[in-house]
């Protein structure tokens, strides 16, 4: 187990664990807005991670562009959709949550 | 040219030339009447082709893509899979005839494309020798079917379809899940190499039971024909006699395909399960065609009940191997001529009347002298009298049955064309009554009322051709099996 | 009980769970949702028993008829998903008449 | 490594049960767009079952295919049948389908857990060492003019089995344009992210649909899964309010749709002609018969997908008034 | 290929085919039908009596035909074939002048002769059937070609009449199906030989042979008009009158008795269906049919209808002369066969001349008819005695042969019987004769129609009186050389006496 | 010589069967004359005769020989009165309606008395049957409709049995049917007894013998007298022939069925004797004098049966004897029909009465009238003489009508009684 694998091995945990919170806020938070907030941040985060994780694995650049690449698409589409779903529930009328 | 002939790989030029014509057809929607005609008798062609190439060096296999059994798919045309492509053939030429001039413009483009792919799904799966290709081929005419039912559009058309769909997907994926447990029990999906390789294991118990019931289900034998009167009555008459005539009978030919060579040596109460389900068919769909009040249901279930006749010959067929299996190649035949010979008639009565009451039919005898007539003889081949097909048909099964002294059988066929009698006179009976409502009369084409009346001629013919056509039948696979002449 | 078994016998399962939901299901959607269901599980298995080649690669074939497979089922899925809406345009419910009764 | 493979264990149970359990949920789950996205959450999870298996090729496709189109075209629909139900005005109709859980049946749960037992039973009487047709496939890979043994059982030695699965493909589009259901309405007004991200990721899709094309001959990959994510661009242009231009949509959108099974025929005459078997590529050049298929199939394919979403034949004001 | 084996197809197309063409003729194509029917007519009378002189002359005619692997049609002119033959196609001729008469200017005329060459064309099929499987194909053709005529009307009664045909009919066919099948299967042949080809047939297929034979006479029954299975034959008489004279008196019900003709002496042989002992069954069954036949026709007062049932008692004595088993028997059968046909033909065309001509259809209403149409009614005067069986007329020939059979056979009982149905036939036939003779007439017809000075169309009295002069004739001439009852003693010498 | 002998043959029969049809008779004169001139012609020419006709029916014959003349004289003398009777009676309108019948029972007469075997003897006697309803019925009122029914009975029964005693006979002679070679052949055979049973049912039906006499004098009450004049003539004598020809007499002894056809006979005669007394009227004297008659030819069949010696004995008798009944029964019948014509005429009025026919003014006419006057008073002698004797009866049982009644059936009764006592003297 060279120190490598140790790091990618911390990263990936960490990503885990931001994952972890971003499903918690999926099922703690009360209203949807709330909750599209929680899942985008924790997991665009914890992506990150895993990607760093994984890039110090891989054997070529190239691997370590696609990986990269992989990340950017996920952020472009996750932000955008999470837009997307906020809109459409504003439309159909959904308030936001005040305690 | 004789050469030229043999050389060419005819099983290929099958599958390939009605693809071509429903893309062409696709393609230029204007032309697809022309288009669709031509490649249909291309079709007729190239069957004849295939047969004279047949006759002369028997078996035809094609090795697709130069790989051979295991690893690639071969193509496999015997005597059985040649009067299944035969009857394709000359019952597409005549519903084809027939649907160029039943279709307006807007449909044609829609009827012709579809029909064509059917074409072609159907010529692939009788030539197809693998287990796989054949589930592909088997999903390629389930879509096609419920496509073309579903083009009429009215509401219980849809119902219908849908139900049709439904039913079919659910046999494709019992099919598939045979298809995989033989493909991994025994290493390969080439039906010559699985007769060889099989021997009774649970495997093949389940994969007999799944396909089966996949293959039941698409053939809408007794218990499980519930989709199809609805399907058959309400699509155009030209879709419901390529439905009846041909849809049904490509899945029973795998079903027969594989019981002769894969499933049919490792015995098993199998074959009386079906001959008790085929006598089952026949009682229960003439009394349910002897109640119909409208035309185009009495003939849908006339095709449940004459369903059964095939499944018949399976019981049969443990001792009176040939007799009973040429009987059962031989009423396919002639109900495919007979079944779209009824569907094409009604078409025209239903064309002509506005509706197809069997009570109103209004002396059509006098006004549509060839629908009539048609409708007669289809009728005297469905009911097994003897100037026709089906009379062959029924004579050989009563010989394979009474050779073995099977007296349930003998007295279900018997009664089975009492009852066909039956329903098809309450039909004739009407036609020369006076109905006493006039209703308005859509002029009927003359090509429409020939193409049926030949369609019902050639189920008469068939009554006189029987010796050439079965021993062009008894090429190949199908009769090797346990061969004990009467 | 290797992995593969462990895969054939969760197929196994789909394909008798989406067989269960088609039969007891009225509505047209849901039986389409358990043909998918279905398919999906005996594609499974296909491929999970093609896993049984120890440590070598797995059987390649069945992976080129599930990814046939698939296809088809989508397009089975696509028609039927039009047939229903039609059905459902003309007759007001997403029921097959027979169901519709009831 | 002893850990490792418990690990793969627990991972694999984990998964299996996790299948069974999601598609539990989406089979019995009384609101139809929460089953709807249960089913696309299945379709995932398929996918990693696939990688578990190693197949990477039917997890692309399942991905894609599977989870995301499938998943479009349910939703695609589910939009539909609300519109159409409520021109039924049936109000109570749509709560209906969200409360009408069926009370579970026992007659035929009984039935099919001896179904499922029997076909169990017979899947562990299976032999437990099998290598199939997987002997053959490496022996004649080198001749098949692709590594990637996948796309050659695909697209050399089952070539026929493709052509006709395209064609199954092309038939369903013509089933559903001769239905003529109801057409997905057009989007009113985008919204600017939907348009700014549909412009962003329409080259890229494409570019990865190329990517997936080139890298099927020696990596999971191929025809369809490029196929699919064009279609997925094409889902994505569609949801954004594009529409293909009038003057496109007759003639040019069918060749462009016909594209694959055409090739495929070409390709057959061809190799007929020139004295092979049907579909024989000579061994040479068969490399790059098969890239020359594939592409073809990836563009009709990618179409076909789209069209299949979009769900009606697009308006061409010459041929149909 | 020599000529011979063509004449019985020639014989067969000489009907189908004009038959075919009439199908097809516009409705006012009057003439060209016309001359259609009657050119095929004289053909077949020609071909017919080319056959009767090579018949005569051991000339050999035969057509075969392969149907299945080792089954064939086959058409053969024997004796016995021709004897039917030439009865059938004399009636057709003389039927298609009445016919074309009486259905002056009713609908469907194309329609109607088509099917009626059909059906003709199936009856000479029946006669010239060289083995079971042709005769069953031609009797079925039978069914189908006579169905459309029953209904000819278009009237609710005659759907209905033909509902109870076709049952019957049907009923039959499948019995007879099923017996040839099984016959096949037990012997692998079908072909009709003098004598039989039974008798190598070991012992323990014996009670399978009884069974057959029941099968056999279900089914021919049927057509036959044997007692439980005769209901059809009454109500078919709502068919206009050619069609209740040429198929009720001598096609349909002919093709039956001479199928039990065929079955018992060429299938099944004489002597060895008397050794199974389902001769002597028949012979009981027969003599109930004549009773029962002559008891209803007593009470009816539809005249058809009182024809009709003398027709069912009428047809049993063929099966009574062949089930008694006897070579003089078997001649009295064989001749009574042609007898029959000839007078109760004329009955039927002078019923068909009172319903045109006066509307007369209930006897009630033919008093005194007698002055009106005399050439008619001496026509059925004529057919009516040769019914009873008075000597100068055909019918007491064969009532001769039949008690002299009976009595040669040793079956005194037959001899009560025929006394009784000739009381019973005089019983109903007399008191037509005194009511048409002697009584004074009403005073105004139901419907009557003038046709000048003659008392009815030339086409509709011709074709009686011609038949009450060949009725006449055979009884008078019987022995002349080339007389019915010569060409039965032909025959029967042919089936007992074959050295 | 024997050549034109064939055209007389035919001539008899075919002659008046063409004359038959309506459309000739009416136009020849004096049909009914014109049919029997061929039958005058044979008996005029000397010598034997034959026809052979092998294509008739089973292959039948004419011949005419001595004793067949006897016959054949009767007949054409019977056939000449009544046509001549009928002709007189021109005017009634079914004179034409009865000529067709008259002629068609003439030819089957004269073809039964010619034929030479047992088929044509048979076949022409039915016809001559039918034709004779016909003259029965001719006169169109109730009455004469229900005695031909009641003839037409008695007709088929009659014809049913000789059908089988046929049959009986072609059994046995295997086809040969002439009369010497069955009645030889009838002799040996087992059969024998019902042969006779049948043949003489069925001529005793036809001739109206004692016990199945009813119809005979139902019919003479109602039938005209042309049809009353032939009653003797045909249908009994043809009755008498038949027997004669087809029973086998002289051949074999049949005592025990000779004694019983002799006690029939005397029983006819007795009944007959009974029944006039009982019965006033003179008019249905020739019914009884035929039932007399009858009786006493069966008691001759009788002792023939019961002793073939004497029957070869007196055999040549038996022609002239029914040519000679049958003249005597046609002569009674006219001359009392001639009576009741006159009694129509004034009871009183004995002087002479006009006869109506231009024809009687000839030579007939004259013996005619002379034979009137002597029978008038003969008559009036015989009625008052007998008026006396039914008197002494009626003041014994004088109850009415149903004394009547009653008298008639005691009367049959101790006839039967008598009739037992002197059969068991006989057997005795």
Request: glycine share 10%.
């Amino acid at each position: 187990m060279n120190p490598s694998d140790y790091l990618s091995a911390a990263l990936m945990i960490a990503g885990a664990v931001f994952f972890l919170a971003g499903t918690l806020g999926l099922l703690r938070f009360p209203d949807v807005y709330s909750r599209l907030h929680a899942l985008t941040k924790a997991d665009n985060v914890g992506l990150g991670l895993v990607v760093m994780g994984l890039a110090v694995q891989a054997e070529s650049w190239a691997v370590v562009g696609k990986l990269l690449l992989i990340w950017l698409l996920v952020l472009l589409a996750g932000a955008s959709v999470a837009h997307l779903i906020a809109r459409g529930a504003l439309e159909r009328g959904i308030k936001l949550w005040r305690r | 040219m004789g050469a030229l002939l043999s050389e060419i790989s005819w099983g290929v030029v099958l599958i390939l030339l009605p693809l071509a014509g429903g893309i062409a057809c696709f393609l230029f929607p204007r032309a697809a009447k022309v288009l669709g005609l031509v490649s249909v008798f291309a079709v007729l062609l190239s069957v004849s082709g295939l047969g004279w190439n047949i006759k002369v060096n028997g078996i035809y296999r094609h090795a697709i893509g130069g790989w051979n059994a295991p690893l690639g798919i071969d193509l496999y045309a015997d005597g059985l899979s040649l009067l299944m492509l035969a009857a394709t053939a000359l019952v597409g030429f005549g519903i084809s005839v027939y649907s160029a001039d039943y279709f307006e413009r807007e449909d044609a483009a829609r009827f012709w494309p579809i029909w064509l792919l059917l074409l072609a799904a159907l010529n692939a799966l009788f030539l197809s020798a693998d287990v796989f290709n054949l589930y592909v081929t088997l999903e390629l005419m389930g879509l096609a079917a419920v496509a073309l039912a579903a083009l009429a559009g009215g509401r219980d058309a849809l119902g219908g379809a849908m139900r049709y769909l439904l039913a079919s997907l659910l046999g494709s994926l019992a099919y598939l899940f045979g298809v995989a447990l033989l493909y991994h029990g025994f290493g390969s999906m080439d039906i010559a190499m699985l007769a060889v390789r099989v021997e009774a294991s649970p495997a093949v118990w389940a994969a007999l039971g799944l396909m089966s019931v996949g293959l039941l289900l698409k053939t809408a034998l007794f218990p499980l024909h519930f989709w199809l009167p609805p399907a058959h009555a309400s699509a155009p008459a030209p879709v419901s006699a390529l439905l009846s005539a041909l849809v049904v009978k490509g899945s029973f030919y795998i079903l027969l395909r594989l019981w002769l060579e894969i499933f049919g040596p490792l015995g098993g109460g199998v074959d009386t399960l079906f001959g008790l389900l085929g006598t089952g068919a026949i009682l229960w769909g003439s009394l349910q065609a002897l109640r119909q009040t409208r035309l185009k249901l009495l003939v849908a279930y006339s095709t449940v009940a004459q369903i059964g006749y095939f499944f018949i010959s399976f019981p049969l067929a443990a001792s009176a191997g040939v007799t009973a299996w040429s009987a059962a190649a031989y009423l396919v035949l002639s109900h495919a001529l007979a079944k779209a010979a009824m569907f094409l008639a009604t078409g025209n009565v239903l064309r002509f009347g506005g509706h197809d009451r069997i009570a109103d039919l209004d002396r059509v005898v006098q006004r549509l002298p060839l629908t009539a007539c048609a409708f007669a003889l289809a009728g005297v081949s469905i009911m097994g009298l003897p100037p026709s097909g089906g009379f062959v048909g029924k004579w050989l099964l009563l010989q394979a049955a009474l050779t073995q002294d099977r007296w349930d059988l003998v007295s279900v066929i018997i009664l089975g064309g009492v009852l066909a009698a039956g329903y098809v006179f309450k039909v004739i009976g009407h036609a020369f009554t006076l109905a006493d409502i006039s209703h308005e009369s859509r002029e009927v084409p003359a090509k429409m009322e020939w193409a049926a009346l030949l369609l019902a001629f050639g189920a008469i013919l068939l009554g006189f051709l029987a010796s050439p056509v079965l021993s062009l039948v008894g090429i190949g696979v199908p009769f090797g099996v346990s061969e004990v002449s009467p | 009980m290797s992995a593969a078994f462990l895969f054939a016998l969760v197929g196994v399962g789909l394909f008798s769970l989406g067989l269960y939901a088609l039969i007891v299901h009225a509505h047209l959607l849901r039986k389409i949702l358990a043909i998918n269901v279905m398919g999906s599980g005996v594609f499974l298995v296909l491929v999970a028993l093609a896993k049984r080649t120890g440590e070598s690669q797995p059987d390649a074939v069945p992976h080129a008829l599930v990814i046939t497979g698939i296809v088809v089922a989508v397009s089975a899925t696509a028609l039927a998903l039009t047939l229903m809406l039609k059905l459902t345009a003309e007759t007001g419910r997403a029921e097959l008449p027979e169901d519709q009764g009831k | 490594m002893e850990a490792l493979t418990l690990l793969h264990w627990t991972f694999d149970i984990l998964l299996g049960l996790g299948l069974l359990w999601l598609g539990w949920r989406v089979l019995t789950s009384p609101d139809l767009f929460n089953a709807i996205v249960l089913f696309v959450a299945f379709g995932l999870l398929m996918a990693l079952a696939w990688v578990r298996l190693d197949a990477p090729d039917i997890a692309l496709a399942e991905a894609a295919i599977g989870a995301g189109l499938t998943g479009a075209l349910l939703l695609a629909a589910f939009a539909k049948l609300r519109t159409v139900e409520k021109n039924h005005d049936i109000a109570g109709q749509l709560e209906k389908g969200k409360l009408e859980n069926r009370s579970f049946q026992w007659w035929p749960a009984t039935f099919l857990l001896v179904v499922a037992a029997g076909l169990g039973h017979t899947v562990l009487s299976l032999p437990h060492y099998a290598t199939g047709l997987s002997a053959e496939v490496s022996a004649n890979l080198k001749s098949s003019g692709v590594s990637n043994p996948v796309t050659a059982v695909l697209l050399n030695f089952r070539g026929y089995d493709t052509l006709l699965e395209m064609v199954v493909l092309l038939l369903a589009l013509l089933g559903v344009w001769s239905i003529s259901g109801s057409a997905l309405p057009r989007e009113a007004a985008p919204g600017p992210i939907l348009d700014t991200l549909s412009r962003l990721l329409t080259p890229v899709l494409i570019l990865v649909a190329a990517y997936l094309l080139w890298v099927g001959a020696h990596a999971p990959g191929g025809a369809f899964q490029a196929g699919a994510v064009l279609g997925a661009a094409g889902v994505l242009l569609l949801l954004s309010g594009w529409r293909l231009s009038s003057h496109l949509a007759g003639l040019p959108l069918r060749i462009i749709l016909v594209a694959g099974p055409v090739a495929f025929v070409a390709m057959a005459v061809f190799t007929m002609l020139t004295g092979g078997q049907f579909l024989e590529y000579p061994r040479a050049e068969a490399g790059t018969l098969i890239l020359f298929l594939e592409t073809a199939a990836t563009l009709s394919i990618g179409t076909t997908l789209a069209a299949l979403f979009l769900g009606e034949r697009p308006k061409n004001k010459r041929e149909y008034p | 290929m020599n000529w011979d084996a063509w004449i019985p197809l020639l014989v067969i197309a000489s009907s189908l085919l004009p038959g075919l063409i009439i199908f097809f003729l516009a409705e006012d194509r009057k003439r060209l039908r016309t001359t259609l029917n009657l050119a095929g007519a004289l053909v077949k009378l020609a071909l017919v009596c080319w056959m009767l002189w090579g018949v005569y002359h051991e000339h050999h005619y035969e057509t075969r035909l392969t149907l299945l692997p080792d089954l064939e049609l086959v058409l053969r002119a024997g004796p016995l074939s021709l004897l039917f033959l030439t009865l059938s196609t004399i009636l057709w001729l003389v039927t298609t002048v009445y016919a074309i008469g009486y259905l002056e200017d009713s609908p469907h005329r194309s329609r109607f002769f088509g099917f009626f060459s059909l059906c003709v064309t199936a009856t000479v099929g029946v006669a010239l059937s060289g083995n079971l499987i042709t005769f069953l194909l031609f009797y079925e053709l039978l069914t189908l070609s006579t169905y459309p005529l029953v209904v000819h009307r278009g009237t609710e009664v005659a759907r209905r009449a033909g509902q109870s045909y076709l049952v019957h009919t049907i009923f039959g066919g499948a019995l007879l199906l099923l017996g040839t099948v099984w016959l096949y299967t037990l012997t692998g042949t079908l072909e009709f030989t003098p004598r039989g080809f039974l008798n190598d047939l070991g012992e323990e297929h014996r009670p399978a042979l009884v069974i057959i034979f029941a099968l056999l006479i279900a089914g021919l029954g049927v057509k036959a008009a044997l007692v439980p299975l005769h209901g059809w034959l009454p109500q078919a008489m709502v068919a206009p009158a050619p069609v209740s004279a040429l198929l009720h008196a001598v096609a349909v019900v002919k093709a039956g008795a001479f199928g039990i003709v065929r079955v018992i002496y060429d299938v099944f042989g004489v002597d060895f269906a008397a050794g199974l002992g389902v001769t002597e069954p028949l012979a009981w069954l027969a003599a109930t049919t004549i009773i029962y036949g002559s008891l209803r026709a007593l009470f009816q007062d539809d005249l058809k209808r009182r024809l009709a049932f003398s027709t069912i008692s009428q047809v049993s004595y063929i099966t009574l002369g062949v089930a008694i088993a006897g070579p003089i028997a078997t001649i009295g059968g064989v001749v009574h066969l042609v007898h029959q046909g000839l007078m109760k033909i004329t009955l039927f065309f002078c019923a068909g001349n009172l319903a045109e001509t006066l509307g007369i259809h209930k006897v009630s209403e033919m008093s005194g008819v007698g002055r009106r149409m005399p050439w008619t009614m001496t026509a059925f005067t004529i057919g009516a005695f040769g019914m009873i069986g008075a000597p100068p007329v055909a019918g007491f020939i064969s009532k001769w042969y039949l008690g002299l059979g009976a009595l040669e056979a040793g079956q005194e009982w037959v001899i009560f019987v025929l006394a009784g149905s000739s009381l019973l036939n005089a019983a109903y036939f007399l008191p037509i004769l005194h009511r048409a003779w002697f009584q004074e007439p009403q005073d105004a017809w139901p419907e009557e129609h003038h046709f000048g000075n003659k008392e009815t169309a030339w086409a509709l009295l011709l074709p009686p009186l011609v038949t009450a002069l060949m009725a006449l004739g055979m009884g008078m001439l019987a022995s002349a050389p080339f007389s019915p009852l010569g060409w039965a003693q032909f025959i029967s010498q042919r089936e007992f006496y074959r050295p | 010589m024997n050549e034109d002998i064939y055209g007389i043959f035919l001539l008899i029969v075919v002659g008046p069967l063409l004359l038959a049809i309506p459309a000739l008779h009416s136009r020849v004169p004096w049909p009914r004359h014109l049919a029997i001139i061929p039958a005058l012609l044979l008996i005029v020419f000397p010598g034997d005769a034959s026809l052979a006709m092998p294509w008739f029916l089973f292959g039948t014959g004419f011949a005419v020989d001595g004793e067949v003349r006897w016959i054949l004289v009767m007949s054409v003398a019977v056939w000449l009165t009544a046509a001549t009777v009928a002709k007189s009676s021109r005017r009634n309108p079914a004179y034409d309606r009865a000529t067709p019948f008259f002629l068609l029972t003439l030819a089957g007469n004269l073809g039964a008395v010619l034929a030479t075997d047992l088929v044509g003897f048979f076949s022409f006697s039915t016809l001559m049957g039918y034709g004779f309803y016909g003259l029965v019925v001719h006169a169109g009122d109730a009455e004469a409709r229900r005695a031909g029914r009641l003839y037409l009975i008695f007709l088929i029964v009659a014809d049913l049995a000789l059908f089988e005693a046929l049959l009986l006979a072609a059994l046995t002679t295997g086809g040969n049917l002439q009369y010497v070679v069955v009645r030889q052949a009838m002799a040996g055979t087992s059969s024998s007894q019902l042969y006779l049973w049948m043949a003489l049912a069925g001529f005793a039906l036809k001739a109206g013998i004692w016990p199945v006499h009813l119809w005979l004098s139902t019919t003479f009450k109602s039938a005209p007298l042309s049809t009353t004049l032939l009653l003797g003539g045909v249908p009994v004598a043809m009755g008498l022939l038949g027997a004669v020809r087809w029973l086998p007499f002289g051949e074999i002894a049949f005592y025990v069925l000779g004694m019983v056809i002799m006690v029939m006979g005397v029983a006819a005669i007795l009944y007959a004797v009974l029944m006039f007394f009982m019965h006033a009227p003179l008019t249905m004297f020739p019914v009884w004098g035929t039932v007399a008659v009858t009786g006493l030819s069966v008691m001759a069949l009788g002792t023939g049966l019961a002793h073939p010696a004497v029957w070869r004995q007196y055999e040549y008798l038996t022609y002239p004897f029914i040519a000679s009944l049958g003249m005597f029964l046609a002569a009674l019948t006219f001359a009392i029909g001639r009576l009741q014509d006159k009694r129509q005429a004034p009871e009183v009025d004995l002087q002479r009465v006009e006869v109506l026919s231009p024809w009687g003014e000839g030579g007939m006419g004259v013996i005619e009238r002379w034979a009137e006057d002597r029978l008038l008073i003969l008559r009036s002698l015989w009625r008052d003489l007998r008026l006396k004797a039914v008197e002494q009866y009626q003041r014994i049982f004088d109850w009415g009508k149903p004394a009547v009644f009653i008298w008639g059936w005691s009367a049959t009764i101790t006839m039967f009684v008598f009739l037992g006592l002197v059969f068991a003297w006989l057997a005795g």
